[in-house]
């Protein structure tokens, strides 16, 4: 079984100022990790992946998150926030079942940058 | 532009209707998913194919629900009856197989559904 836990549905940050954005995940088998971006009325983007290689992932527009096994977290950060970061950001958990890639999300958090 | 593309991006329709939606995944991938999106939520995942063969179903797929994907390309999301339930975003993904489960599945901009 496998669950993503994101916490906080809303989070504020100033212009320029860090972005944190939580994750907690649960696996029985060695898990591979992933945040997605949505921005409104559209599908995911991928924003970076741990794939077992690097425990510190860097991916596009400057976010990075750091795979944490003794903490079962994948925390999102950034640090300094742009108006365009202002989206909704979902963690998601994966594991190969029988060949099959099962991925599960959680439930996102709203990013909300002020000017 | 090759990603993966759904039609329609938006349908409204009556209760009671039958809705189906169209995705087009990239075209080397050979797997194909079908979630479905409702307000303040993740995507909750529906199915599965593998070329054209469905391979695992959600609990969360009726029995008013099928999908096909006849040439192990585009696929197809029928919903019969629609229910005021089944409002919500339908997201379609694809991916190429692969060694582990780290392979990236790309997503389409999702059809949305309203039921009135």
């Known amino acids: 079984a496998q669950s993503v836990t994101q916490l906080g549905s809303h989070v504020s940050v100033s212009e320029g100022a860090l972005v944190l954005l939580r994750c907690n995940y649960s696996?029985?088998?060695?898990?591979?990790l992933f945040w997605y971006v949505q921005y409104p009325n559209q599908g995911l983007q991928l924003l970076l992946k741990y794939t077992s290689a690097a425990t510190l992932v860097k991916g596009i527009n400057g976010f990075e998150a750091e795979f944490k096994k003794s903490e079962t977290s994948f925390h999102l950060t950034k640090p300094s926030a742009h108006m365009s970061d202002a989206a909704e950001y979902f963690c998601?958990?994966?594991?190969?079942?029988?060949?099959?890639?099962?991925?599960?999300f959680g439930t996102g958090t709203k990013l909300q940058v002020i000017p | 532009d090759t990603g993966v593309s759904q039609d329609p991006r938006h349908k409204i329709t009556k209760r009671g209707q039958n809705v189906t939606f169209r995705c087009d995944p990239i075209?080397?991938?050979?797997?194909l998913y079908w979630y479905r999106q409702t307000l303040g939520q993740g995507p909750e995942f529906l199915t599965y194919f593998q070329n054209e063969a469905q391979l695992e179903k959600s609990r969360l797929l009726s029995d008013r629900f099928s999908a096909e994907r006849p040439k192990g390309s585009f696929s197809t999301l029928e919903i019969q009856r629609t229910e005021q339930g089944d409002s919500a975003m339908y997201l379609c993904?694809?991916?190429?197989?692969?060694?582990?489960?780290?392979?990236?599945?790309?997503f389409g901009p999702g059809t949305r559904l309203t039921v009135l």
């Open positions: 998601a958990v994966s594991t190969s079942s029988g060949g099959y890639q099962k991925v599960t």
């Open positions: 075209s080397e991938h050979n797997r």
């Open positions: 993904a694809s991916s190429l197989s692969g060694a582990g489960g780290n392979n990236e599945q790309f």
């Open positions: 696996s029985s088998v060695p898990p591979y």
